[in-house]
């Protein structure tokens, strides 16, 4: 069975700053998918980012870039130019290929941004 | 687009009771699965439905039921609730192939259905 860790249950940044939030799993699947989710206060879960594991190359999207290390498993998020409207829960998840729409999540980190 | 719809919001039940939630997915998505979320647990996937049929299941017992109608739309109920079935109930639709709609392994999520059971 899969499982996603995030250690860092909560964390805080400038406004206008970097941050980097933490993610770790454990798999033995060769093909997968690993993503991050953002749930906003009292708002739906929308998808983040999403990092092929076949990829070598890090998925940016905007501010939202990741850093994935496929032989230590880690997945991390860093989030540049932190804005008030990051402010929320981020979910790393993990789903295998052909899964299912089967997703494993994480605990969740919960991002407060500091104006 | 209408989003995913989720009814009811809030929901309040009594222990040994039972409770039936609803979920419409994005137009054009033929995959629905639902989370059970907990402040302790988090997201916890109970099963996903696709054309109506079950095609996955996660470790929950067998008071945790679904379906899919032909429409798409599903409902998930909870028999003889117990406490710590108090959760936010979360679906997410999804396509099921990549295309220019989209990529399937996406999940669109409702805003919940929040569970309080006494």
């Known amino acids: 069975a899969q499982t996603v860790t995030q250690s860092q249950p909560e964390m805080s940044v400038q406004e206008a700053e970097t941050v980097t939030l933490s993610c770790t799993y454990d798999?033995?699947?060769?093909?997968?998918?690993l993503f991050w989710y953002k749930q906003p206060p009292s708002r739906q879960m929308i998808l983040v980012i999403r990092q092929e594991a076949y990829k070598q190359q890090n998925a940016t999207e905007n501010r939202f870039s990741v850093n994935f290390q496929k032989a230590a498993k880690s997945f991390s998020l860093k989030i540049s130019d932190s804005q008030l409207g990051d402010t929320a829960m981020y979910f790393c998840?993990?789903?295998?290929?052909?899964?299912?729409?089967?997703?494993?999540f994480g605990t969740g980190t919960k991002l407060q941004v500091i104006p | 687009k209408a989003g995913v719809t989720q009814t009811p919001r809030y929901l309040i039940k009594t222990r040994g009771q039972q409770v039936t939630l609803s979920c419409s997915p994005i137009?054009?998505?033929?995959?629905v699965s639902w989370y059970q979320q907990t402040p302790g647990q988090g997201l916890q996937f109970l099963f996903e439905y696709f054309s109506e049929t079950q095609r996955n299941k996660g470790n929950f017992p067998g008071r945790f039921s679904g379906r899919q109608f032909s429409n798409s739309r599903s409902e998930m109920n909870v028999s003889t609730l117990e406490l710590g079935d108090s959760a936010l109930y979360l679906c997410a639709s999804s396509l099921e192939f990549s295309g220019t709609a989209g990529w399937a392994g996406e999940l669109f999520f409702g805003e919940g259905s929040r569970l309080t059971v006494l």
């Open positions: 137009s054009g998505h033929r995959s």
């Open positions: 798999t033995s699947e060769s093909n997968y998918y």
């Open positions: 998840a993990f789903m295998n290929s052909g899964g299912y729409q089967k997703v494993t």
